[in-house]
């Protein structure tokens, strides 16, 4: 009986010793560290995002659009593509068959393709050196194969 009480006082002084706030010096240098990281990066970020609002407009007046490369006309909404870092798959879900190629922003000339209804098509991806797949476009000015 006398080993209960013991055991429980010997608790209470591990949860109270637990329980109370600890004032650590670490504490402190953190919080001041963590003030000057945050001015750090928002320095950083500021500066980031200058730069990109100048370098912007630079780059988008060298980006071809699909529409104007080299007088071929944009392919119609039913002729969809998807891009990726290896390929680009272009699928045609019109009731009739297109000739269509893929536009690169670097100007990457690929052959152009028939795509009848129904198909996928497998193009070359944008890389990994910052190219952009800027859409699929009509290889023909009528529309037609």
């Known amino acids: ?3 209960e009480p013991q055991d429980f006082k010997k608790c209470r002084k591990v949860f109270h010793a637990l329980s109370r706030p600890r004032t650590l010096k670490a504490s402190v240098h953190q919080v001041k560290g963590s003030s000057a ?51 680009t798959f272009v699928t045609n879900g019109c009731s009739s068959a297109y000739t269509v190629t893929v536009v ?21 991806g944008y890389g990994t050196r910052g190219n952009e797949v800027l859409g699929a476009v009509l290889c023909e000015t009528d529309g037609g194969v």
Request: hydrophobic share 40%.
């Open 1 to 3: 009986m006398k080993e």
């Open 37 to 87: 990281m945050m001015r750090f990066l928002r320095s950083t970020f500021l500066t980031s995002a200058v730069v990109l609002s100048l370098a912007t407009p630079a780059a988008a007046t060298d980006a071809a659009s699909p529409e104007g490369a080299e007088g071929r006309g944009g392919a119609p909404d039913c002729v969809g593509f998807t891009a990726d870092w290896r390929y």
């Open 104 to 124: 690169y922003r670097d100007g990457t000339d690929v052959p152009c393709r028939v795509a009848f209804p129904g198909d996928m098509l497998t193009f070359p």
